[in-house]
């Protein structure tokens, strides 16, 4: 998590070198696609039971205003291995280790604004469906999964830098999710952490691409 903490503030010092007072540029009616890749970590047990994993995220937005859109976003929050045995036995009634992810599908609205003619902040707030998957590994295959869907919400901020005239952005950006898992002893959450509930952060570096530049 240091590494991860560094590499962003290192990153976020390229981003600013641009900063200069310009105007504000209009978003209404463009389409914006972007993917993001990078790390998470929880703050609710989930990193004792699992660590600190990795995530990979594509998104869409449309232009509503000026300044605010529309956005989707499917995402994988891998979780990776557990690290508790005597839960593996709890959750599956044996010694196995389980591979922990959560998908999400969220919907968000997310507001611009723009500190130079090249960097960009934006900040946006959603929510959508979160699904806990436990997948059992054998050897190289997978013996089988435990699903579970719930809802979740989440509040994010990013910082863009543009790097061509075509309208292609660098992204640094952060989102704290919330996810309300409920107490059924098939949801992994509880299970390993006891509570009906996880929230966990993740920072990325993604690329965007706006249209009708």
Known sequence: ?????????????????????????S???????????????STSGLDKAFGSGSELEIYFYHGLTSLSAFGISLSGHDFGKSQLPEKDLEFLGIRQTIDFMIYSLTGCLMAKTDLSKKLRASGEFGGGL????????????YEGRITKNQLGIYAGCELSRRLTKGGIYLNLGGKWHYVFSGTDYRQPIYVYTGKDYAHFF????????????
């Not at 503030?9 to 504000?24: C, K, N, P, Q, Y």
């Not at 920072?203 to 009708?212: E, N």
């Open 27 to 41: 978003i209404k009616g463009k389409e914006i696609l972007g993917i993001r890749i990078g790390g998470i970590h």
């Open 130 to 141: 979160y699904t806990s998957t436990s997948s059992i590994p054998t050897g190289a295959l």
């Open 202 to 213: 993740q920072v990325t570096l993604g690329i965007s691409f706006y249209t009708d530049y």
């Open 1 to 25: 998590m240091k590494r991860l903490t560094l590499t962003a503030t290192v990153i976020a010092a390229v981003l600013l070198s641009g900063l200069s007072a310009e105007g504000s540029e």
